[in-house]
């Protein structure tokens, strides 16, 4: 017999083999009443957010400030999410500015909401403006998905405990103003780190300016509260430090800081909702 002859009835043997165990074992599935186990498909990036979230802020509430680690763990999976995990496209409508003149609206996503944290998207057409607010008690995480963001961002400054170190110790604060520190003031472009702001630093206050079209995903713990429960949003005026400082120096440079002014909801902002289109979460 031939080599290769051989090699054929060899291998046709360990297929009918093979083909015997493979019948065997789907009989003795049968009969026990078990089904072929399947391979287990990955959770979706915004269920392993919401899960990830959920751990973070196990224990939070306003004024807490999770873990550094918690913290970093949290801004790696948002850094690892991308516009298409969230079923977004520039292509959209909440993106295009169109015709009517002024501020054009922004689109509210709503994705999930409980009294630990709230996981949102904004999406802003070109020119859409999220005016100058605060976060009371919040850690906030923001991811810019696509698109050219402008960020102009403040700290609260303590007074008086930091003015001798900030102005002339005669200067008295003007009423109806607060000294605030400049935290970030600059352009970000996608794909870009996750910013996080904490109670009481990293520009708790901001305001955000689309360049182009762009959306943020938003993970906000805790949520906004009722205006009874002292933690709803504020909004502000800013005005450059040298417009209210009268004589007071300032013992560093004044583009540092600016005063901010307490104000109602601006007429021009408007929000709108929208649903959320992509993969949903699974709460269990």
């Known amino acids: 017999m031939k080599v290769g002859e051989k090699l054929a009835e060899e291998t046709a043997s360990e297929v009918s083999a093979s083909k015997s165990a493979s019948e065997k074992r789907r009989q003795s599935s049968k009969k026990s009443g078990k089904k072929p186990k399947k391979l287990g498909t990955r959770p979706s990036?915004?269920?392993?957010l919401f899960e990830t979230c959920k751990e973070v802020f196990a224990n939070g509430g306003?004024?807490?400030?999770?873990?550094?680690?918690?913290?970093?763990?949290?801004?790696?999976?948002?850094?690892?999410?991308?516009?298409?995990?969230?079923?977004?496209?520039?292509?959209?409508?909440?993106?295009?500015?169109?015709?009517?003149?002024?501020?054009?609206?922004?689109?509210?996503?709503?994705?999930?909401?409980?009294?630990?944290?709230?996981?949102?998207?904004?999406?802003?057409?070109?020119?859409g403006v999220i005016p100058l607010h605060n976060h009371p008690g919040m850690t906030v995480f923001s991811k810019l998905l696509f698109g050219s963001l402008h960020v102009k961002s403040y700290d609260w400054v303590n007074m008086p405990q930091d003015s001798s170190e900030i102005v002339d110790p005669l200067h008295f604060q003007p009423p109806g103003l607060r000294l605030a520190k400049v935290k970030t003031d600059g352009t970000f472009t996608a794909p870009c780190r996750t910013s996080v702001l904490f109670p009481q630093?990293?520009?708790?206050?901001?305001?955000?300016?689309?360049?182009?079209?762009?959306?943020?995903?938003?993970?906000l713990g805790p949520?906004?509260?009722?205006?009874?429960?002292?933690?709803?949003?504020?909004?502000?005026?800013?005005?450059?430090?040298?417009?209210?400082?009268?004589?007071?120096?300032?013992?560093?440079?004044?583009?540092?800081?600016?005063?901010?002014?307490?104000?109602?909801?601006?007429?021009?902002?408007?929000?709108?909702?929208?649903?959320?289109?992509?993969?949903?979460?699974?709460?269990?």
């Open 45 to 48: 990036a915004v269920q392993r």
């Open 62 to 127: 306003p004024g807490i400030v999770p873990s550094p680690e918690d913290v970093d763990r949290l801004r790696s999976i948002l850094d690892n999410v991308d516009a298409s995990d969230v079923g977004l496209t520039p292509k959209m409508p909440y993106f295009r500015h169109g015709a009517s003149k002024g501020t054009p609206p922004i689109t509210y996503l709503h994705i999930y909401k409980c009294d630990k944290f709230t996981i949102c998207i904004f999406c802003l057409p070109p020119s």
């Open 201 to 219: 630093d990293g520009g708790n206050l901001h305001c955000f300016t689309a360049i182009t079209s762009c959306a943020v995903l938003d993970v």
């Open 223 to 284: 949520p906004y509260s009722n205006p009874e429960e002292g933690r709803d949003c504020t909004y502000y005026n800013d005005s450059p430090y040298a417009s209210f400082c009268g004589d007071a120096e300032l013992q560093t440079d004044d583009g540092e800081y600016a005063w901010l002014e307490e104000r109602k909801k601006p007429d021009e902002f408007i929000v709108v909702g929208a649903n959320y289109s992509g993969p949903k979460i699974m709460d269990q």
